[in-house]
């Protein structure tokens, strides 16, 4: 078949098709090959699927195709981080190519000067707040809005966006195009899709992970060695970029600050940081600056658009399940290797637990290297908050030699074992199903997903 002969037959146009070319765009991914010939004609779409999938370009062409530009807002897209609100702006104007005026809003910036960049948009981009913000002072009017689309809807839901979107949504024409896309389904979602989105199509890509280009790995470790774990991996492993992931932005920027003290270049990403210093260090990390190492925390890295990560470390392991397929799903992307490595002390065995319930996750164990002493420092920002258990501050790690991969069950208690972890509860904690050396990590472990209700939303 001839180069983009499959993209004209989803129904784009030669214009739209000659701008893909332009972008080195050759197929359409599997998502746009679904969602996009349901998205020009107008229907409703559930599309499950995350960053890397191409989803992007699967819900723009509806605004791209459709979109007649007349200087009011048309089409909406809400996004549950600045970073992806900016994001998925540009990739609207480049797909548009200049043909509408597209503008990125989300707080944190001074909200006069967006009122004024607002003025003869066609197409907003947007975190929820922002927008709802701008909604209140009546500065915004939705009611032209063809075309709305929630994008990693899962995200906003976890960060609490239920209510805002929902108030955002009633701002709508009640007749006009909503596509969802979410990398995980909830009964909150099938909830939302009944009541706003009727008659509407459910596309999904089939795996979140491509098996045969991720390798997902698990060491075993006490606490204590969790720091040097990392670092004898990031001096062994021959990595592009990396990715380390923490739980909250004690233990990012204490990571960050124990690394940079041995001499290892990295830098963190997290809520506490400013949109300008978050932008310039990701400018930093995926523009081949020198930096190669970025620390981060889920929000912060949700959605994120960075082309060559090889490795991802969970340093910490998320609570939820979700949460571990959008960090493993920042490599591996577009045909090329990766792995995920996950750094698992007796804090992490329930979350564990819970990740590995999942069909897609298969991790398997890992034998301790010989690891080296490393002195900790305390990093100089005075944290407030509690920790999830980063908690290695000012103690030293003894100089320890692989147990050998023993099961985490045959462990002895930990000395924090009764540090209080994300949920609040204090005790020890239940290991993760013994999986043995070398054999993947399933578990029947607790759930402990966050419930949303979904009925916050007014109608
Ligand atoms: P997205 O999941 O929409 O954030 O897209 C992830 C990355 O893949 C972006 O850098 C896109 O520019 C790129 N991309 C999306 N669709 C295609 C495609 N059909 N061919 C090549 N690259 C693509």
Redesign the pocket.
């Known amino acids: 078949m001839k180069k983009m002969e499959k993209f004209r037959k989803l129904g784009l146009s030669e214009n739209v098709i000659d701008i893909l070319r332009s972008?080195?765009?050759?197929?359409?991914?599997e998502i746009?090959e679904k969602a996009i010939p349901f998205a020009l004609e107008g229907r409703n779409i559930l599309g499950t699927s995350m960053?890397?999938?191409?989803?992007?370009?699967a819900f723009s062409s509806a605004i791209i195709e459709r979109i007649v530009p007349e200087k009011i807002i048309k089409a909406l897209v809400l996004v549950p981080t600045r970073e992806l609100a900016e994001q998925v702006s540009e990739?609207i104007k480049k797909f548009s190519k200049g043909n509408l005026k597209v503008i990125a809003v989300y707080g944190g910036v001074n909200i006069q000067n967006q009122m004024r960049q607002m003025r003869g948009t066609d197409v907003l981009v947007g975190t929820p707040g922002r927008i709802l913000d701008h909604l209140n002072r009546q500065v915004l009017r939705l009611n032209k809005v063809e075309i709305l689309v929630l994008d990693e809807f899962d995200r906003m839901l976890d960060m609490g966006f239920a209510h805002d979107v929902g108030k955002i949504i009633d701002s709508c024409p009640k007749e006009r195009q909503t596509m969802l896309f979410s990398a995980t389904n909830s009964p909150d979602i099938d909830h939302l899709v009944k009541r706003y989105m009727p008659n509407s199509v459910n596309v999904s890509v089939e795996s979140y992970v491509d098996h045969s280009k991720l390798e997902q790995v698990y060491y075993d470790v006490p606490d204590s060695l969790k720091f040097p774990l990392l670092v004898n991996l990031l001096k062994e492993e021959s990595s592009h970029l990396v990715m380390i992931f923490c739980s909250t932005r004690r233990n990012a920027d204490f990571v960050v600050a124990n690394l940079n003290n041995i001499g290892i270049n990295a830098k963190a990403i997290h809520g506490g940081l400013d949109q300008k210093k978050r932008i310039n260090v990701l400018n930093e990390f995926h523009e081949n600056k020198g930096l190669n190492i970025l620390v981060c925390t889920d929000i912060a890295a949700r959605g994120l658009?960075i082309?060559g990560v090889t490795h991802i470390y969970n340093y910490d392991l998320p609570a939820v399940s979700k949460d571990y397929i959008h960090r493993i799903g920042r490599t591996a992307r577009?045909g090329k290797e990766g792995k995920a490595v996950n750094i698992l002390s007796q804090r992490d065995y329930d979350n564990f637990s819970n990740i590995t319930k999942r069909e897609e996750v298969d991790i398997k164990e890992v034998k301790l290297p010989f690891l080296e002493r490393i002195e900790l420092i305390k990093p100089k920002r005075n944290f407030g908050g509690r920790s999830s258990g980063g908690g290695d501050f000012g103690r030293r790690s003894p100089v320890r030699r692989s147990s050998g991969g023993k099961s985490p069950v045959r462990r002895s208690p930990r000395r924090n074992s009764s540090r209080e972890d994300n949920f609040g509860r204090r005790g020890s904690r239940s290991a993760p199903r013994s999986s043995g050396r070398g054999s993947s990590g399933r578990s029947q472990g607790r759930s402990f997903g966050r419930r949303r209700n979904f009925d916050s939303i007014r109608s």
Do not use: H, I, R, V
């Not at 972008?23 to 991914?29: D, H």
């Not at 960053?51 to 370009?57: P, V, W």
């Open positions: 972008m080195g765009f050759e197929n359409p991914s746009q960053t890397g999938s191409g989803k992007t370009l990739a658009d082309k577009a």
